[in-house]
Protein backbone atom coordinates (compact mmCIF):
# COMPACT_ATOMS: atom_id res chain seq x y z
CA UNK A 1 0.00 0.00 0.00
CA UNK A 2 0.72 3.62 -0.41
CA UNK A 3 4.03 5.26 2.60
CA UNK A 4 4.33 8.20 4.50
CA UNK A 5 3.24 11.27 1.83
CA UNK A 6 4.61 14.44 2.57
CA UNK A 7 4.19 17.77 1.03
CA UNK A 8 5.09 19.84 -0.37
CA UNK A 9 8.56 18.70 -1.42
CA UNK A 10 10.17 21.33 -1.38
CA UNK A 11 9.22 24.95 0.11
CA UNK A 12 10.70 28.29 -0.07
CA UNK A 13 9.94 30.68 1.64
CA UNK A 14 10.75 34.44 2.93
CA UNK A 15 11.94 35.64 6.41
CA UNK A 16 9.01 36.05 8.74
CA UNK A 17 6.44 34.22 6.43
CA UNK A 18 4.43 31.68 7.82
CA UNK A 19 4.24 27.90 6.25
CA UNK A 20 2.14 24.74 6.63
CA UNK A 21 3.71 21.27 5.97
CA UNK A 22 1.73 18.56 5.36
CA UNK A 23 2.39 14.44 6.55
CA UNK A 24 -0.44 11.38 5.24
CA UNK A 25 0.72 8.98 7.41
CA UNK A 26 0.10 5.30 6.64
CA UNK A 27 -3.65 4.33 7.03
CA UNK A 28 -3.99 2.44 10.53
CA UNK A 29 -1.04 3.97 12.28
CA UNK A 30 -1.78 5.42 15.63
CA UNK A 31 1.82 7.01 16.30
CA UNK A 32 3.04 10.25 14.08
CA UNK A 33 5.86 12.09 14.79
CA UNK A 34 7.59 15.14 13.17
CA UNK A 35 11.63 15.13 12.92
CA UNK A 36 13.44 18.11 11.95
CA UNK A 37 16.94 17.12 10.16
CA UNK A 38 19.40 20.04 9.88
CA UNK A 39 22.73 19.63 7.17
CA UNK A 40 25.11 17.38 9.03
CA UNK A 41 22.83 16.61 12.18
CA UNK A 42 20.80 14.07 13.10
CA UNK A 43 17.11 13.59 13.57
CA UNK A 44 15.95 16.12 16.13
CA UNK A 45 12.91 15.24 17.54
CA UNK A 46 9.35 17.77 16.90
CA UNK A 47 6.39 16.61 18.17
CA UNK A 48 4.46 13.08 18.60
CA UNK A 49 0.92 12.09 18.28
CA UNK A 50 -0.61 9.07 19.53
CA UNK A 51 -4.30 8.28 19.33
CA UNK A 52 -6.22 10.94 21.04
CA UNK A 53 -3.92 10.83 23.51
CA UNK A 54 -2.13 15.22 24.19
CA UNK A 55 0.73 15.27 21.60
CA UNK A 56 4.13 15.15 23.26
CA UNK A 57 5.51 18.45 22.42
CA UNK A 58 8.18 18.50 24.62
CA UNK A 59 10.59 18.58 21.35
CA UNK A 60 9.56 21.96 20.11
CA UNK A 61 12.42 24.29 19.57
CA UNK A 62 9.96 27.29 20.31
CA UNK A 63 6.34 28.75 20.02
CA UNK A 64 6.64 29.86 16.93
CA UNK A 65 5.77 25.98 16.39
CA UNK A 66 2.67 24.21 16.35
CA UNK A 67 1.47 21.07 15.09
CA UNK A 68 -2.21 19.43 14.84
CA UNK A 69 -3.44 15.72 13.69
CA UNK A 70 -6.91 15.83 12.55
CA UNK A 71 -9.23 12.78 12.54
CA UNK A 72 -6.52 10.81 13.65
CA UNK A 73 -5.01 11.09 10.50
CA UNK A 74 -3.03 13.60 8.90
CA UNK A 75 -0.90 16.28 10.22
CA UNK A 76 0.21 20.19 9.95
CA UNK A 77 3.10 21.07 11.23
CA UNK A 78 3.05 24.82 11.37
CA UNK A 79 5.89 27.20 11.39
CA UNK A 80 5.18 31.37 12.05
CA UNK A 81 7.64 33.82 11.36
CA UNK A 82 9.98 31.84 9.86
CA UNK A 83 13.88 32.46 10.30
CA UNK A 84 16.88 31.38 8.35
CA UNK A 85 17.60 28.88 10.93
CA UNK A 86 14.63 26.76 10.53
CA UNK A 87 15.81 25.93 6.96
CA UNK A 88 16.34 21.89 7.39
CA UNK A 89 14.15 19.15 6.18
CA UNK A 90 11.43 18.09 8.03
CA UNK A 91 10.35 14.57 8.14
CA UNK A 92 7.33 13.06 9.44
CA UNK A 93 7.07 9.09 10.50
CA UNK A 94 4.08 6.74 11.28
CA UNK A 95 3.96 3.40 13.36
CA UNK A 96 1.32 1.48 14.26
CA UNK A 97 2.22 1.42 17.96
CA UNK A 98 1.98 -1.78 19.97
CA UNK A 99 2.33 -3.79 17.44
CA UNK A 100 5.26 -2.84 15.47
CA UNK A 101 8.28 -0.16 16.73
CA UNK A 102 9.60 0.23 13.28
CA UNK A 103 9.19 4.02 12.07
CA UNK A 104 7.88 4.34 8.44
CA UNK A 105 9.51 7.95 7.24
CA UNK A 106 8.09 9.90 4.62
CA UNK A 107 10.88 12.05 2.08
CA UNK A 108 10.52 14.94 3.40
CA UNK A 109 9.91 18.65 2.83
CA UNK A 110 13.23 20.59 2.36
CA UNK A 111 11.97 24.27 3.63
CA UNK A 112 14.26 27.11 2.48
CA UNK A 113 13.98 29.97 4.70
CA UNK A 114 15.43 33.36 2.54
CA UNK B 1 17.89 12.55 29.14
CA UNK B 2 19.69 10.27 26.48
CA UNK B 3 22.87 11.13 24.49
CA UNK B 4 24.22 9.09 21.09
CA UNK B 5 27.66 9.28 19.66
CA UNK B 6 28.12 7.97 16.28
CA UNK B 7 31.64 7.51 14.94
CA UNK B 8 32.99 7.99 12.30
CA UNK B 9 30.59 11.44 10.37
CA UNK B 10 32.29 9.88 6.98
CA UNK B 11 33.77 6.53 5.80
CA UNK B 12 34.70 5.30 3.05
CA UNK B 13 35.44 1.59 1.57
CA UNK B 14 36.37 -0.06 -1.26
CA UNK B 15 33.97 -2.59 -2.97
CA UNK B 16 33.57 -5.55 -1.45
CA UNK B 17 35.17 -4.67 2.52
CA UNK B 18 33.85 -4.32 5.26
CA UNK B 19 32.05 -1.43 7.16
CA UNK B 20 31.53 -0.77 10.73
CA UNK B 21 29.73 2.28 12.11
CA UNK B 22 30.06 2.73 15.96
CA UNK B 23 27.25 4.41 18.66
CA UNK B 24 27.67 5.21 22.00
CA UNK B 25 25.04 5.34 24.34
CA UNK B 26 24.94 7.64 27.93
CA UNK B 27 21.31 6.17 29.65
CA UNK B 28 21.95 2.31 31.18
CA UNK B 29 17.93 2.27 30.79
CA UNK B 30 17.96 2.36 27.24
CA UNK B 31 17.04 -1.14 25.88
CA UNK B 32 16.33 -0.49 21.93
CA UNK B 33 18.76 0.41 19.39
CA UNK B 34 17.54 0.75 16.21
CA UNK B 35 19.82 1.35 12.33
CA UNK B 36 18.11 3.27 9.56
CA UNK B 37 19.49 3.60 6.64
CA UNK B 38 18.69 6.97 4.47
CA UNK B 39 19.34 7.43 0.71
CA UNK B 40 19.72 10.42 -0.82
CA UNK B 41 16.46 12.12 -1.16
CA UNK B 42 14.22 9.56 0.59
CA UNK B 43 13.57 9.19 4.25
CA UNK B 44 15.42 6.82 6.84
CA UNK B 45 14.19 3.14 6.49
CA UNK B 46 14.74 0.91 9.20
CA UNK B 47 17.07 -1.97 8.31
CA UNK B 48 18.34 -3.71 11.54
CA UNK B 49 17.32 -3.92 15.65
CA UNK B 50 18.35 -4.88 18.54
CA UNK B 51 17.26 -5.24 21.94
CA UNK B 52 18.99 -5.30 25.37
CA UNK B 53 17.87 -8.92 25.88
CA UNK B 54 20.63 -10.52 22.96
CA UNK B 55 24.34 -8.87 22.29
CA UNK B 56 24.20 -9.85 18.38
CA UNK B 57 21.86 -9.96 15.32
CA UNK B 58 22.27 -10.76 12.01
CA UNK B 59 20.42 -10.37 8.72
CA UNK B 60 22.27 -11.63 5.77
CA UNK B 61 25.34 -8.52 5.44
CA UNK B 62 24.14 -6.83 8.16
CA UNK B 63 25.03 -7.01 11.59
CA UNK B 64 24.76 -5.14 14.81
CA UNK B 65 26.35 -5.77 18.04
CA UNK B 66 25.60 -4.55 21.49
CA UNK B 67 27.52 -4.10 24.50
CA UNK B 68 25.39 -2.97 27.48
CA UNK B 69 28.00 -2.65 29.95
CA UNK B 70 30.61 -0.31 27.73
CA UNK B 71 27.06 1.28 26.54
CA UNK B 72 27.84 1.08 22.11
CA UNK B 73 26.55 -0.77 19.76
CA UNK B 74 27.96 -1.54 16.21
CA UNK B 75 26.98 -1.99 12.74
CA UNK B 76 28.87 -4.16 10.72
CA UNK B 77 28.24 -4.58 7.11
CA UNK B 78 30.26 -7.41 5.00
CA UNK B 79 31.00 -7.69 1.30
CA UNK B 80 29.66 -4.22 0.85
CA UNK B 81 28.05 -3.27 -2.44
CA UNK B 82 27.48 0.30 -3.83
CA UNK B 83 23.79 0.19 -2.75
CA UNK B 84 24.53 0.35 0.67
CA UNK B 85 26.55 4.29 0.36
CA UNK B 86 23.69 5.82 1.94
CA UNK B 87 23.63 7.88 5.15
CA UNK B 88 23.52 5.23 8.41
CA UNK B 89 21.84 6.32 11.93
CA UNK B 90 21.96 4.82 14.89
CA UNK B 91 19.00 5.50 17.91
CA UNK B 92 18.23 4.06 21.19
CA UNK B 93 15.00 4.16 22.96
CA UNK B 94 13.96 3.54 26.83
CA UNK B 95 10.23 3.03 26.07
CA UNK B 96 11.49 -0.05 24.35
CA UNK B 97 9.70 1.27 20.66
CA UNK B 98 9.59 4.21 18.66
CA UNK B 99 8.96 6.46 22.18
CA UNK B 100 11.96 8.75 22.92
CA UNK B 101 14.15 7.45 20.22
CA UNK B 102 17.19 9.51 20.31
CA UNK B 103 19.16 9.35 17.07
CA UNK B 104 22.90 9.72 16.47
CA UNK B 105 24.26 12.27 14.03
CA UNK B 106 24.54 9.63 11.09
CA UNK B 107 27.35 8.27 9.25
CA UNK B 108 28.14 9.11 5.27
CA UNK B 109 29.11 5.94 3.95
CA UNK B 110 30.76 6.19 0.61
CA UNK B 111 31.67 2.83 -1.41
CA UNK B 112 34.11 3.19 -3.73
CA UNK B 113 34.32 1.14 -6.60
Known amino acids: GAGVSQSPSNKVTEKGKDVELRCDPI?????LYWYRQSLGQGLEFLIY????????KSGLPSDRFSAERTGGSVSTLTIQRTQQEDSAVYLC????????????FGSGTQLSVL | GENVEQHPSTLSVQEGDSAVIKCTYSDSASNYFPWYKQELGKGPQLIID?????GEKKDQRIAVTLNKTAKHFSLHITETQPEDSAVYFC????????????FGKGTHLIIQP
Open chain 2, 91 to 102: AASMGGGADGLT
Open chain 1, 49 to 56: FQGNSAPD
Open chain 1, 93 to 104: ASTNQGANEKLF
Open chain 1, 27 to 31: SGHTA
Open chain 2, 50 to 54: IRSNV
